[in-house]
């Protein structure tokens, strides 16, 4: 949307065209927060754009940019420049996994799981925290996972990836406590998104075949939103999780290994 008429509180969402993110935007508009809503389809969320429009009130940008890519995260910080919007809340939710071999997965979804998940977060999260800092104002909710607490056989590279935001986010979260920004992980567990489908493009694991600890995407977004305006450092959604998140770091490193690969293997 090009005529955006400029608000007191701006909020970036990265994936917002679909599950979690989406999700998200939609409490965030709740809140008076005007958006900027990223992904790669714009549809979508041009879509959402018009229903929070008319539902709230508030006015989105909506910009297709595949963060994935090295002009990603450089297309949306220039066009925040350009629309001098100040950023409130920066929500890094984009990210996609894969499940199966690690050497018979392609090596440029791997490599490009780790430009989404990892470097577009932490590039993001760079160019936006030093004005929420000058501002004395700001939250930062980076959408990890469950995934986070445990190495993950025959998904290595997404497990790996989330135990990155995992640790970056509380890290980020204590070095800028007492300036007015907090940073924090949302760590879910299976959730019903899209994210299964992409996931199990080359390997339906068991993870995704049954219903045990499965969330929805508002539960989960209802959950991350309550955990960044209280300033929490972590948020694990559902009990059941919450103990898995608890148990996983006490649990003998070959026994989480074998409970890992077991439910991310091959069902079939």
């Known amino acids: 949307m090009d005529n955006v008429v400029r608000a007191t509180r701006y909020a970036v969402v990265t994936g917002a065209s679909s599950g979690i993110g989406r999700e998200l935007a939609s409490l965030l508009a709740r809140e008076g927060y005007a958006l900027v809503l990223v992904a790669r389809r714009t549809g979508p969320m041009q879509e959402l754009a018009d229903q929070l429009q008319q539902a709230h009130g508030v006015p989105s940008v909506v910009l297709s940019a595949d963060l994935a890519s090295p002009e990603g995260v450089p297309t949306v910080v220039d066009e925040l420049k350009k629309r001098q919007l100040g950023v409130e809340v920066l929500v890094n939710n984009a990210g996609f996994g ?11 979804q791997q490599v490009g799981m780790l430009d ?7 590039a993001l999260t760079r160019e936006l ?3 929420m800092v000058a501002r004395r104002r700001g939250y930062v909710l980076n959408v990890a996972s469950l995934a986070a607490f ?7 590279v997404y497990y790996a990836s989330k135990a990155y935001v995992l640790s970056f986010s ?8 007492g300036q007015g920004v907090t940073v924090t992980a949302l760590c879910p567990g299976y959730t019903e998104t899209e994210f299964a489908a992409r996931a199990a493009e080359h390997q339906k694991a068991r993870l995704f075949s049954g219903p045990m600890g499965t969330s929805n995407a508002r539960q989960v977004a209802e959950a991350g939103y309550r955990a960044l305006k209280r300033g929490k450092a972590v948020v694990v959604p559902g009990f059941p999780n919450r103990l898995s998140a608890w148990f996983m770091p006490l649990a003998p490193l070959a026994l989480r290994l074998r409970i890992a690969g077991y439910m991310n293997a091959s069902g079939s």
Request: charged share 15%; glycine share 8%.
């Open 170 to 177: 509380t890290a980020l979260h204590a070095e800028l406590k």
């Open 98 to 108: 894969l499940a199966g071999n690690f050497e018979a997965l392609p090596a440029e």
């Open 116 to 122: 989404l998940n990892v470097r577009a977060l932490t």
């Open 129 to 131: 925290v030093p004005g």
């Open 150 to 156: 445990t190495p993950g056989p025959f998904m290595s």
